[in-house]
């Protein structure tokens, strides 16, 4: 299944890995900043709510 | 609707609860395609494209490397248009989807400069050389390093948002540059436009151009990376807006102890 890259293998891959490495990185750090900000909104605005 | 009207309706987004709203009735149709569009395009030309007879296979690195590069640029158009709502219209959306969209277009720069470096240690002989193109691309770079370090620097957000919307200005000349450095010197070893140029796409003029056969999937690329970023921005300014009342909510708490 694995295409033959002949001399350029390294070339191809590292370019591949690097560029997925930093795509799948973006995602996951912006997912994980927005659960922990709404997190904390909601318990900001729950004990205001509470608070009156 | 008349068009005034449809353009004045557009301002409704300028309110952060319709923003949240909207956005996150449609976030999931943006991951998902982008997502489809991404791995189609990807697999498609990493494994079902045959090599270039000058490149070898290092032409599979073109789809990454154009979509990224070309979304470096539009980024920073992007963060220009909603920088100039800010400074003309004060809407916080706007200049929070600036400070959101950054990172993402960090995240470009350095995919384009990369993938161009290792590509270029081959085909060049060098990781790097003071091209136009590629200067001024790793100038748009520490433009927007510079941006990021600025909203982070200043602690009044409303300051934040007029000096970085002023340097979003300055550095839109070097977003402009990135893509037609190419056309004004035309020397160094970066290449002119071979894909996103009109008269490759109509076949009206006789330069190289990108062949059928790499064109498509490259295509399905750009648009995935297109939806990657619309998704991004959309969900990273969501985030913005939740910063920013949390802010004003600890404000109004303090005040109130």
Redesign the interface.
């Known amino acids: 299944m694995m295409p033959d890259l002949g001399k350029y293998a390294d070339t191809v891959l590292s370019a591949y890995a690097a560029s997925l490495l930093l795509l799948v990185a973006l995602v996951v750090f912006s997912i994980l900043r927005g659960r922990k900000v709404r997190a904390e909104m909601e318990k900001v605005e729950q004990r205001m709510t509470r608070n009156g | 609707m008349s068009i005034a009207s449809k353009a004045n309706s557009l301002w409704e987004y300028a309110n952060p609860k319709k923003f949240l709203t909207t956005t996150e009735r449609v976030l999931p149709f943006f991951w998902v395609s982008s997502a489809a569009f991404l791995v189609v395009g990807l697999v498609w030309g990493?494994?079902f494209t045959p090599?270039d007879y000058k490149q070898?296979?290092?032409v599979?690195?073109i789809y990454?490397?154009v979509p990224?590069a070309l979304m470096a640029i539009n980024c920073w158009i992007m963060m220009l248009a909603t920088s100039l709502v800010w400074l003309v219209r004060r809407h916080h959306v706007s200049a929070l989807a600036a400070r959101a969209a950054a990172?993402?277009g960090i995240?470009m720069t350095?995919?384009a400069l990369?993938?161009g470096a290792?590509?270029g240690?081959?085909m060049w002989g060098t990781w790097w050389a003071w091209d136009p193109r590629l200067t001024s691309f790793l100038i748009l770079f520490l433009f927007y390093l510079g941006y990021v370090a600025l909203w982070e620097a200043i602690e009044d957000p409303d300051t934040a948002a007029d000096l970085t919307s002023v340097l979003c200005l300055v550095g839109s000349v070097f977003a402009f540059l990135s893509r037609y450095a190419v056309n004004f010197w035309n020397q160094g070893l970066h290449q002119g436009a071979s894909v996103m140029r009109a008269g490759a796409i109509t076949g009206t003029d006789t330069e190289e151009k990108v062949s059928n056969i790499f064109f498509y999937p490259l295509l399905l690329c750009i648009v995935g990376f297109v939806l990657?970023f619309i998704a991004?921005v959309f969900?990273?300014t969501?985030?913005e807006i939740?910063?920013r009342?949390?802010k004003a909510?600890?404000a109004?708490?303090r005040v109130n102890a």
Request: hydrophobic content about 45%.
């Open positions: 990493f494994f090599d070898g296979s290092t599979k690195i990454l490397h990224s990172p993402v995240v350095l995919i990369a993938t290792i590509w240690q081959p990657l991004l969900y990273r969501g985030t939740r910063a009342r949390i909510l600890l109004r708490e």
